[in-house]
C-alpha cells in the first residue's frame, strides 16, 4: 500500500504533464518523501527513498550527470526535472546513465508549481504510510495473537480482506561476517526494499515485515507461478545488498485464512530449519507430503515424544559412541530402502552398510523389511528434522 513512483507518475502524467524519459525499470521503487535539491553537496541529506525535484537554477545543465549520480549513491527513488527554464533539454548521458542503472528520470513543465507537486502527493505518501501500518498491525496481531480477534478481526472485515486466501513466505537471510561487522538493521531494510520493489510489479496490497531473523511477505490471492516469479527476482536483486550470502525462502500453501496465519508462519520456522540441514534454498509447503502431515498433528510435545519413543534409542547410541547411525538410517529411508544407493553416500561397501542397518534394527528392534516399521521410523526422523537444530 506504500506509494510507488509508478502511481504518483500515472497521476501526474495526467495532471500535471509529468514524462518518463528514463530508467523505466526502476520505477516499482517505494518513495518516501519529496524533496528539492538543486545543489549535489545537498545530497548527503537524503535519508533514502526519496523522489527529488531539480530545476537547475544553480547550476543549469552544466553537472547533471555528477548530480544524479550522487542522489542515486544515497539511494533516492528518482529524479524529476524541471524542464523550460534553466534546462531546456535532457542530456544523452543522463539518459544512458538511468537505463543502465534503472534509475527513473522524469521530466515537468516549467509552468508546473513544484509547491503543488510536493503537497499533493506529501500528503498521499502520509495517508499511504498510515493504511501500511495498520495494515501490518492487524496482520501480525493475527500471526502473534491470534486469540485477540478483536484487534484485527473488524480491520479485515472492514477491507474486505477476511474472506481472501494468503500465501506466506517467510525469509531468512545468511549473512557473510568474514570480513566486517555488518550493519544489521541497515542490511534487513535494504532487504525489504528489494522486496518491496519485487512485489509493487505484482500485487498493490501485501505486507512485509521483520520478526527476529525473519523477513515475511504476505501475499493475497497469489498463486505458485507468480511466487517463482517474485522469488526468482528478488534472488537476482539481493546482490545490491552487501552481505547477503543467500536467503532462504520457505513458500506457505496457497489457501491460507486468516485464522491459519499463526499456525502457518510458526510452522515455516520449522521448515527453513530443516531447509537449512538438507542445504536448500527454496521449499514450497505443498511439496513435503508426509511433513505436511505432521504438521496438522498441532502438538509439538506430542509430536517430540513419539519421535523420542521411536528412535530415542538410536539417538542415545550415536551421542554415546561418535557414530552416526541416525543419519545412515535417514538416508537409507530416504533412498527407498535402496541399499546400494544409500552405501554410496557414505562411501560404503555394501557389506559392511549392511552391517550397520542389523545393528540400526537391532538396537531399535525393528524389523526394516516392514513397511510399517519403515514408514514410523522416517516419520519420527522428520519430526527430528522439523524440530531439532
Not at 539518459?95 to 527513473?104: G, K, M, Q, T
Not at 508546473?112 to 502527493?121: K, P, Q, T
Not at 502520509?126 to 485477540?148: D, G, M, T, V
Not at 552391517?355 to 525393528?366: D, F, G, P
Request: include cysteine.
Amino acid at each position: 500500500m506504500a506509494l510507488t513512483l509508478e502511481k504518483i507518475y500515472y497521476i501526474a502524467m495526467r495532471k500535471y504533464k509529468m514524462n518518463l524519459v528514463a530508467g523505466k525499470e526502476g520505477i516499482t521503487a517505494n518513495v518516501s518523501w519529496l524533496h528539492v535539491v538543486e545543489e549535489i553537496k545537498y545530497a548527503s541529506f537524503l535519508t533514502g527513498g526519496e523522489l527529488v525535484l531539480y530545476t537547475g537554477a544553480k547550476t543549469g545543465s552544466g553537472n547533471i550527470i555528477d548530480f544524479i549520480r550522487e542522489i542515486a549513491r544515497y539511494k533516492a527513488s528518482g529524479l524529476v526535472i524541471n524542464v523550460g527554464g534553466y534546462i531546456r533539454e535532457i542530456p544523452q548521458e543522463i539518459i544512458d546513465y538511468a537505463n543502465e542503472n534503472s534509475f527513473p528520470v522524469f521530466t515537468l513543465p516549467w509552468e508546473v508549481r513544484l509547491v503543488e507537486i510536493s503537497r499533493e502527493f506529501g500528503s498521499m505518501i502520509i495517508r499511504s504510510e498510515e493504511n501500511e501500518k495498520s495494515l501490518c498491525s492487524a496482520f501480525k496481531s493475527a500471526i502473534f495473537s491470534p486469540e485477540e480477534v478483536n484487534e484485527y478481526l473488524p480491520f479485515f472485515k472492514k477491507h474486505n480482506l477476511f474472506d481472501k486466501k494468503y500465501c506466506l513466505i517467510k525469509c531468512r537471510p545468511e549473512i557473510e561476517y568474514a570480513h566486517s561487522d555488518p550493519d544489521i538493521t541497515k542490511l534487513y531494510y535494504e532487504l525489504r526494499e528489494v522486496f518491496e520493489r519485487v512485489l509493487n510489479r505484482y500485487r498493490e496490497i501485501f505486507v512485509i515485515f521483520r520478526h527476529e531473523q525473519y523477513l515475511t511477505m504476505i501475499i493475497p490471492e497469489v498463486h505458485r507461478e507468480e511466487c517463482q516469479e517474485i522469488i526468482s527476482l528478488i534472488q537476482s536483486n539481493k546482490k545490491s545488498v552487501k552481505n547477503v550470502l543467500r536467503i532462504y525462502f520457505a513458500v506457505s500453501r496457497f489457501n491460507i485464512s486468516v485464522e491459519n496465519l499463526s499456525r502457518e508462519y510458526n510452522n515455516l520456522s520449522s521448515v527453513i530449519k530443516m531447509m537449512k540441514k538438507e542445504d536448500e534454498n527454496i521449499c514450497y509447503r505443498e511439496d513435503l507430503g508426509l511433513i505436511n502431515v505432521i504438521f496438522a498433528a498441532d502438538n509439538t510435545k506430542n509430536l517430540i515424544e513419539y519421535k523420542n519413543e521411536t528412535i530415542g534409542k538410536l539417538e542415545k547410541y550415536d551421542a554415546e559412541n561418535n557414530t552416526n547411525y541416525v543419519g545412515i538410517l535417514k538416508t537409507y529411508l530416504e533412498k527407498d530402502c535402496n541399499m546400494n544407493d544409500a552405501a554410496k553416500e557414505f562411501y560404503l561397501h555394501r557389506n559392511t552398510f549392511a552391517y550397520h542397518m542389523n545393528k540400526i534394527s537391532e538396537l531399535l528392534n525393528v524389523d526394516l523389511y516392514s513397511m510399517n516399521d519403515r514408514t514410523k521410523l522416517l516419520v519420527a526422523i522428520k519430526i527430528k528434522d522439523l524440530y531439532e537444530l
